[in-house]
């Protein structure tokens, strides 16, 4: 296995897991791997073709930040990594799966146990307390409630949060109820923690904490995909992938997308 | 799990919108107190008329011959008038009707009107006087509480005394023994031999207030025209005889009264049996009324709780959104709703039941009616609501479960 520090991104080993042929499973080192996926909407009555082909593929452990101007299909990416919609076209393989043909409930399941999500506006039930968001999946796991309850306290504290589990969202801070967000993400042990914007709501002092958080996540093993438009966000990230009207533009290790900012400004991803 | 994080949450939603649940659980809730009360009210006269007044009034394994039947189904005008015409029952028919029955079997035959009755200490009132022969007070299973009743030989000679109920007694001869004292009846002076027991009261109406006199003493030229009687009671000795019975009396009245075999009787014989069937029929146009009534509640509180349940799915998008993204498949959706609106039409139910109780109990405190509270039908009534809840949450609850995640995690 090659030293994910100092080769090239666009060669190799991404290169010959995309291109394989249709139908064939990745290896166990793959956690996603898209195979030329697409998805359009028809947007009354015009078709708006949000991907046009998208190969993607990440390794465990891997902490990758997908950018793009608004319109560029990053969304729509992150919905289908996430699970929450499937490709017109085109095969996505996540964890050995092939998830682009399940059905909703088997969607929901695959959501449930691989995917732990992290929203720009935290998502958090308004009326439960932390502790009872962060059981949330777990209900849905069918994990019985005392082993659910050690499991959500573990969670929260785990993200510093172990002296406001009886607290409600509305009695948080961002930061906080951010934090709250991604132990509830985290508690199913998911295979992928997909963040969508996750420092969109915060300031700039909060937004860093949440990122030394991931931070610490990523350099503790577990694989992080984050949606972003903020460059400076997405260089927290040790891989940047950049998206253009519905195609990857750039798939780059942060130093390289570091260096191209600098050059041409980060108005080039923006626009 | 689920099910109950769902129970827990639904009251949650109740203890925080107190109001808006009330209006949402009113329908409900008036639906099964109707249901309560109405079944409690039908089964208290149930037991009622099965247990006290067809005992009291008729008598168990006790056939009628009178007239006119004393209690009727539904009988039209034209009818009514057909009967006024029959011949009366006759002192005469006594004997060839009893001589025809088995040995021992026990009869009596009566005759009574309202009456002017006075007596030293109270003024002329118009009560009910018997003159009655035979096995009287063994077919009542009347027994004096004071002195005794009517001997064979006061019935055989018609002495002028009476046996008195407890009202009378009271009335008549405010705290004093009647045995012994005078009572006028109908102008004619007779003497209280003796005061029955209570006999309580049906549908408020006082069973106390009788005055029973031998049928050979002048009374009997009062209450009736000349060998007129109204009624010849016969008590069979089991139930296997009762149908055996009123064929042998039947027969002897048709051959008395020369009835071809074409003509109907002109005559009524009524046992315990026939009263209770009259009770069925009354019986089952109130269970009608106890059914649509609740209905009617039940159908409106339906469609409030349905209209409730889309709001709440409608306002709650973003939660379903949240709760789908984290893994909730459509059935976890689904059973959520249901649930929800099991549970508030379970508690309207629950309301309802505890106001049907209250309600039954109030009116058989303030009106003759008596209420027994039928377990089933409280039984009923929880699983009604639940059902309620259940049928009119399928809708919103399957609009919910097929939310799009994507478009409700947009809602704002």
């Given at each position: 296995m090659q030293s994910t520090e100092d080769v090239p991104m666009s060669v190799t080993a991404e290169r010959q897991v995309v291109t394989q042929q249709a139908g064939v499973a990745p290896s166990k080192d793959w956690v996603i791997v898209t195979r030329g996926i697409k998805r359009e909407y028809d947007m009354g009555g015009e078709i708006v073709r949000a991907l046009r082909g998208v190969d993607v593929a990440i390794r465990r452990n891997e902490y990758v930040a997908i950018m793009g101007p608004s319109g560029s299909g990053k969304s729509t990416l992150m919905n289908l990594i996430g699970c929450l919609d499937t490709p017109d076209a085109g095969e996505y393989w996540l964890s050995g799966n092939l998830?682009?043909?399940?059905a909703d409930d088997e969607l929901a399941r695959v959501r449930n146990r691989e995917i732990g999500f992290v929203f720009q506006t935290f998502n958090l039930l308004p009326r439960a307390t932390a502790l009872h968001n962060v059981e949330l999946p777990l209900v849905y796991a069918g994990v019985p409630a005392d082993e659910r309850r050690n499991r959500a306290k573990a969670a929260l504290e785990r993200v510093q949060l172990g002296n406001r589990m009886t607290h409600r969202p509305n009695e948080l801070s961002g930061g906080q109820r951010q934090r709250v967000a991604i132990a509830r993400a985290l508690v199913n042990n998911p295979s992928i923690l997909l963040a969508d914007e996750?420092?969109?709501?915060?300031?700039s002092t909060t937004s860093e904490e949440i990122m030394r958080v991931f931070e610490d996540l990523a350099s503790g093993g577990q694989t992080v995909i984050m949606v972003t438009h903020e460059p400076d966000i997405a260089s927290h990230a040790r891989r940047v992938i950049v998206l253009r009207d519905g195609m990857i533009e750039s798939d780059d290790r942060r130093e390289k997308f570091a260096e191209r900012i600098a050059t041409s400004g980060a108005s080039s991803i923006h626009r | 799990m689920a099910f109950f994080e769902a129970v827990r949450l639904a009251l949650a939603q109740i203890r925080v919108q107190k109001l808006k649940s009330f209006f949402t659980l009113l329908g409900v809730t008036i639906g099964v107190m109707f249901l309560i009360a109405v079944v409690s009210i039908v089964e208290g006269m149930s037991s009622y008329m099965e247990h006290d007044f067809v005992g009291k009034?008729?008598?168990?394994?006790t056939v009628t011959l009178r007239h006119i039947p004393e209690i009727g189904g539904d009988i039209s005008e034209a009818e009514w008038r057909a009967m006024q015409r029959r011949p009366r029952i006759k002192i005469t028919d006594v004997k060839p009707v009893v001589d025809a029955l088995p040995p021992g079997t026990l009869w009596s035959a009566e005759g009574y009107d309202n009456v002017s009755i006075s007596s030293q200490w109270s003024k002329p009132t118009m009560l009910q006087a018997s003159a009655v022969e035979g096995d009287y007070f063994s077919i009542r299973e009347m027994k004096p509480e004071k002195g005794r009743v009517l001997t064979q030989q006061e019935m055989d000679l018609g002495t002028n005394v009476v046996v008195i109920g407890q009202e009378i007694a009271t009335k008549f001869f405010p705290k004093l023994d009647p045995v012994g004292r005078q009572l006028k009846v109908a102008g004619l002076p007779y003497t209280v031999v003796g005061v029955a027991e209570a006999q309580g009261s049906i549908f408020g109406i006082s069973l106390d207030r009788f005055v029973i006199a031998p049928?050979?003493?002048?009374l009997r030229h009062v209450v009736n025209r000349?060998?007129?009687?109204d009624a010849i009671k016969i008590k069979a000795t089991g139930d296997a005889d009762m149908v055996e019975i009123q064929e042998t009396i039947r027969q002897v009245m048709r051959g008395r009264r020369g009835l071809r075999p074409s003509q109907p009787d002109n005559f009524a014989i009524e046992t315990s049996e026939s009263a209770l069937s009259f009770w069925a029929n009354i019986k089952s146009k109130l269970v009608i009324a106890g059914v649509v009534l609740p209905a009617i509640g039940l159908i409106v509180g339906a469609i409030v709780i349905m209209n409730i349940m889309l709001v709440a799915v409608a306002e709650r998008t973003r939660e379903i959104g949240i709760r789908k993204a984290l893994g909730a498949r459509r059935r976890d959706i689904m059973s959520q709703f249901l649930v929800e609106a099991a549970t508030l039409s379970t508690v309207g139910a629950a309301v309802g039941i505890l106001v049907g109780i209250t309600l039954a109990q109030i009116i058989a405190a303030v009106s003759p009616l008596p209420a027994t509270v039928a377990p089933w039908s409280i039984i009923a009534g929880v699983f009604v609501g639940a059902g309620v809840g259940i049928v009119s949450g399928i809708y919103p609850a399957s609009r919910a479960s097929r939310l799009d995640p994507i478009a409700a995690l947009r809602q704002e």
């Open positions: 998830v682009s043909s399940m996750p420092t969109g709501n915060l300031d | 009034l008729i008598g168990v394994n049928y050979r003493s002048p000349p060998l007129v009687i």
